[in-house]
């Protein structure tokens, strides 16, 4: 009984904070999204679930959901696939730690960065992949602008963001495979895609999960690079539903209450998917 | 012979420590008493900022006010007033611009400013453009001040005009009249990836005060007279929107939606191009060859789009005279300094006062921003302007990157505006 009371003693600072900065603000988030709040509006009521059944009728939040959606399908494998096969390759050999150093590297910079360094590689007067374009022969795009490549240009710069990231995570997953069982496949004359198929894949189940349900969690919040890069266009082609989000709680009038209605929305699409995913791979991670 | 110990006592010693105390301490206090602090909060982030610095530093040895500057994007700091000034930790001056004042004066944000104190501080409305003075006016109430006038311009790249052979008999550049004239003369420029004819410095595609400056010129607007509905779908509008649509894809003088045509012109790849008169000072610094005209009138007006920059007082937590005092001081000196802020910055006056002076009428730049006072328009005076102005970003972008024609964007531009809450 003592010992209990003193271990919720350490943890009361933590749960204090995350009370406060956690739950709080994700309770009054809810209660917003009922209400018709708005910075500089004295007076707020409430108005029922009309913030929900706006975003119904709302034909940009359905742009952006279903842009938000297409980047998640879109990026997710290259995001599994790209750094897995670079984890492999980096698995075993003498350049192992300057070339994790290397592809870890574009992890380290901000969105920010990363999304200014992008905007200007891709910049269609004087941005060096169209210069480099022209100089073969091949005719200059504006990545960015058109809206046929312009959400595949911010996956690009995603998964080049990223890589480092998950190239670490199946890094740290590959090195807790044991050795050996590679060592009796080999002895029973398995070849390496068949080891791979047979003891790296069954065994890097629970990083593959981690690595799907952290992408898609982020994919679901995507802003940043939006943000930076394409500023949700052409049109609303790489609208997402953070930036929908953003611009109604602080460009358009401080809609907080709508805002909010959004946010929870987002919050319920993310969970269901979340639920699905661990519905779908549960039971299949344990070895 | 005194036989008394000339050292001091303990008691003498505090006794004069007192006494000294006593006597001094009122003339200390007089001399020590720090003039007025104020904060500032401004949006210029670019070369204007370190001319600015260098003023306030000026002002501050000369009065002894100490304003402590916060600079940020201005998108960032119209976020921040909005959400600092209620919760009492606003600025006790901030510079913006004259589109944002009827919103934050609808919200409560700024505190109006009666004519008396204006008079008694020496303003007079006839002392400046009346498009300048009026843009601080919101239902009837003065919520700001004109500092300058930020306006289009129309730059001319002298190499890449030259290389097209856009030059007169008279060797001088030819400057487009018409809307037909910019087309033929910008697809004389327009090959491989050097452009005839961009508007706006970055993103032309969603560039909205070129649009608003196009529908200007073609007597239309975004919200009708009556400000309560949309404007956007009356004919006029679609005329502008059909431009718009047609300038990169009909035409094929304009660059992508977003490419960055201050580094294109910069770089020899552009060769007209109406923005902001905030970049001909950058221009110069980069030894860009380039001339300056008047905006042309591509529709039926000779309408220039312009944006003074108006000095507010956010709503302070409690009234402070001293710091309001000291802030009505730096509105003054700055409106009396304004010939040195419109020659460094390269931002013209909304007072006339320094309009004369000859070294700005002898600046060809500014001679020709001074020359266009005439057709200056601002953004119309509604708390739904700015909303508006976000609403309209992606929708015209859809429009210049063939997205969508320009009467089904409109169409839905119109709806997003009608539906913007009050």
């Known amino acids: 009984m003592r010992q209990t009371r003193t271990a919720y003693l350490f943890l009361a600072p933590g749960l204090a904070l995350f009370v406060v900065f956690r739950v709080y603000p994700l309770l009054e988030g809810l209660r917003l999204s009922f209400t018709n709040a708005r910075l500089g509006r004295a007076a707020v009521r409430y108005v029922g679930i009309a913030n929900y059944t706006r975003l119904l009728e709302d034909t940009r939040f359905h742009v952006s959901l279903a842009n938000t959606a297409f980047y998640t399908v879109a990026s997710t494998l290259p995001v599994l696939v790209i750094p897995l096969v670079l984890a492999l390759a980096l698995n075993r050999g003498a350049l192992r730690t300057v070339l994790r150093s290397v592809f ?184 | 012979m005194d036989a008394r110990d000339p050292r001091v006592t303990r008691r003498g010693f505090l006794t004069g420590a007192v006494a000294a105390t006593v006597i001094l301490e009122p003339a200390r206090r007089t001399a020590a008493q720090p003039k007025a602090a104020i904060t500032y909060w401004n949006g210029l982030t670019g070369a204007d900022g370190k001319v600015m610095d260098e003023l306030i530093d000026r002002f501050t040895a000369e009065t002894g006010i100490r304003i402590e500057q916060q600079r940020l994007p201005w998108a960032d700091l119209y976020a921040k007033l909005q959400v600092s000034v209620p919760a009492g930790e606003g600025p006790d001056l901030a510079l913006i611009h004259t589109v944002e004042v009827p919103h ?142 047609a300038l990169a894809n009909q035409h094929k003088i304009a660059p992508p939606a977003n490419a960055n045509c201050r580094d294109a012109f910069t770089a020899g790849k552009l060769g007209y191009w109406i923005a902001g008169s905030w970049n001909f000072t950058g221009l110069r610094e980069a030894k860009v060859e380039f001339a300056v005209a008047p905006v042309p009138r591509l529709f039926k007006h000779a309408v220039v789009w312009s944006m003074p920059h108006q000095y507010s007082f956010p709503k302070p937590k409690t009234a402070d005279r001293a710091k309001r005092e000291a802030a009505w001081t730096h509105i003054r000196w700055m409106t009396d300094h304004v010939a040195e802020w419109t020659l460094r910055a390269g931002q013209v006056s909304a007072s006339r006062k320094a309009h004369g002076d000859p070294r700005i009428v002898g600046d060809p730049v500014l001679k020709t921003l001074l020359g266009q006072a005439g057709s200056w328009q601002v953004g119309q005076s509604t708390p739904k302007w700015v909303a508006a102005e976000n609403v309209t970003r992606p929708v015209i972008d859809s429009v210049y990157t063939g997205q969508r024609p320009a009467r089904a964007a409109m169409e839905d531009l119109a709806k997003q505006i009608t539906a913007l809450p009050d």
């Open chain 1, 104 to 287: 870890f590297f574009p992890f380290t910079l901000s969105v920010v960065t990363v999304g200014l360094t992008w905007l200007w590689l891709l910049d269609p007067v004087v941005g060096p992949f169209n210069y480099y374009l022209r100089t073969a022969g091949l005719p200059a795009r504006s990545w960015l602008a058109d809206p046929a490549t312009a959400m595949w240009a911010i996956i690009a710069t995603t998964v080049w963001w990223v890589t480092g990231y998950y190239l670490v995570i199946y890094l740290a997953g590959l090195q807790d495979i044991p050795r050996e069982l590679y060592e009796a496949a080999a002895l029973d004359g398995a070849s390496g895609w068949r080891s791979f198929r047979s003891i790296t894949l069954p065994l890097l189940r629970p990083v593959l999960l981690f690595v799907v349900v952290t992408h898609i969690i982020g994919s679901f919040q995507l802003f940043g690079q939006v943000f930076v890069l394409t500023g949700g266009g052409p049109g609303d082609a790489t609208r997402t539903v953070v930036q929908h989000l953003y611009e109604a709680a602080f460009q358009n009038f401080f809609q907080f209450g709508a805002a909010s209605a959004m946010a929870w929305a987002l919050f319920a699409v993310i969970l269901l998917f979340s639920i699905f995913q661990f519905r779908l791979l549960r039971g299949h991670t344990e070895y």
């Open chain 2, 104 to 245: 934050f004066a609808n919200d409560g944000v700024l505190e109006p400013i009666d004519d008396a104190t204006v008079g008694g501080k020496g303003f007079r409305a006839e002392e400046y453009l009346p498009a300048t003075w009026q843009g601080g006016v919101f239902q009837g109430k003065r919520y700001s001040l004109p500092l300058d006038v930020p306006q289009h311009l129309l730059y001319m790249n002298v190499k890449v005009l030259r290389e097209a052979k856009l030059v007169g008999p008279d060797s001088r550049l030819k400057i487009p009249a018409s809307r037909d004239e910019l087309v033929t003369m910008a697809k004389q420029v327009a090959k491989g990836d050097t452009f005839g004819f961009a508007i706006g410095t970055v993103n032309p595609g969603k560039y909205t005060w070129g649009f608003h400056n196009l529908l200007w010129q073609n007597g239309a607007n975004i919200f009708a007279p009556d400000l309560k509905r949309p404007a956007v779908m009356d004919p006029a509008a679609l005329e502008v929107a059909e431009f718009w649509g």
